[in-house]
């Protein structure tokens, strides 16, 4: 039986490519524009009015260093055409730039560490997802954009404490769960936060313009250019939350991993995987064979969906891949970190349509935007 698999992987992509389409031009990871630039120090929680850290002198220059790739496209988005604008240019560099690298588990170098001391502003997701980047900055005395602390989602404000998946201390799953691993549906308690807000375009824009702010304090000669691009990219992210609403779906999924949620809601679709599995999944386990049974009779019966992160695979997650092929269920296959030669918009724009493109869902005449 043949599978049916809609892929938004970077490895399954063309590198340079660009959609047409008019407005201000985009720079993607690919394609950055790179201005000449010095580096400055980064440090504590802060998301206005922040002055700038004491990494090296004053010589009116501006790095931004952010945790990925995803973040790096966002600022640039942001300071796009700000060597045109007078000053000094400005340079955003991100610490994972690699499909092959996983913010849950990676562990900062030294050069990591000098980076960040002398970035004048860091953008990181937080609540856990890139642990190392909150340590480093933890270190210095510079701004911090916070993804998970601007977006303003249900649990955000306790996301960091929450990130433990409220395992007691031998590891084991707590009063998440019940005896049988099943999760509440109801409530959509997964659970912690869902850490994985950049599938949240709302919460993108608020980053944006977050970092606008942020850089419009350090260089007031440019604020407004920072304020405008801000509001083309909140105009863009606020595009797709409209596209996401209109799908309208209808259809439970199973997920090796949550990290394309708030899209896949937002769009309509209902999440099933047993809360015990998403644990043991995120705390970088395998689940205990009761539960993992309990998600392969779940793909064997008449869940619409498999969402499949190839870019952290385990055994069991191949596994239920195999599973979902033979029982002829679609596979979305996503991805973690930019796709070469695309823009964040551009991968949004591309994850929407590989969802509206998969058959077998059904449709409503309720919108899911939230």
């Known amino acids: 039986m043949s599978s049916r698999v809609a892929r938004i992987l970077p490895a399954r992509r063309t590198a340079g490519v660009r959609r047409p389409g008019g407005g201000r031009r985009r720079v993607g990871l690919a394609g950055r524009v790179t201005l000449p630039v010095a580096l400055m120090g980064v440090g504590a929680l802060a998301l206005a009015g922040c002055s700038g850290g004491s990494g090296h002198e004053d010589d009116g220059v501006l790095t931004v260093v952010t945790s990925t790739s995803v973040y790096a496209d966002v600022v640039e988005q942001i300071v796009n055409d700000a060597d045109s604008a007078g000053g000094e240019g400005i340079t955003v560099k991100a610490v994972i730039d690699s499909p092959a690298q996983d913010p849950h588990s990676y562990e900062a170098t030294p050069q990591d560490r000098l980076t960040v001391q002398d970035a004048d502003l860091i953008v990181l997701n937080g609540g856990g997802y890139d642990a190392f980047m909150e340590e480093l900055a933890a270190e210095t005395d510079v701004p911090v954009v916070n993804a998970v602390d601007v977006s303003g989602l249900d649990g955000a404000d306790s996301a960091d404490s929450d990130h433990d998946h409220s395992h007691d201390a031998s590891g084991a799953a707590t009063a ?10 109801d409530g959509h308690d997964h659970g912690s936060f869902n850490e994985h807000v950049w599938y949240d375009p709302a919460t993108m824009g608020k980053v944006g313009e977050a970092v606008a702010h942020e850089l419009g304090s350090m260089d007031a000669n440019r ?12 105009r863009e992210t606020d595009q797709l939350r409209q596209q996401v609403a209109e799908l309208k779906l209808e259809g439970d999924y ?3 991993e949550p990290v394309a949620d708030y899209l896949l809601e937002a769009a309509g679709l209902h999440n099933v995987t047993p809360t015990a599995f998403t644990v043991a999944v995120e705390d970088g386990t395998d689940a205990a064979p009761l539960v993992y049974d309990q998600v392969r009779s779940l793909l064997e019966s008449d869940t619409a969906l498999l969402v499949y992160n190839e870019q952290t695979s385990t055994g069991q997650s191949q596994d239920l891949r195999t599973v ?13 970190t930019l796709p070469d030669g695309q823009s964040y918009v551009q ?8 969802v509206q493109s998969i058959e077998g869902l059904g449709h409503t005449t309720e919108s899911h935007d939230h």
């Open 254 to 256: 199973v997920a090796t």
């Open 324 to 336: 979902a092929e033979r029982a002829d269920v679609p596979v979305l296959a996503v991805s973690e």
């Open 223 to 234: 604020a407004q250019l920072f304020t405008d691009n801000a509001g083309e990219f909140t």
């Open 347 to 354: 991968w949004m724009e591309q994850n929407i349509q590989d």
């Open 176 to 185: 998440a769960d019940d005896d049988s691993g099943q999760d509440s549906h």
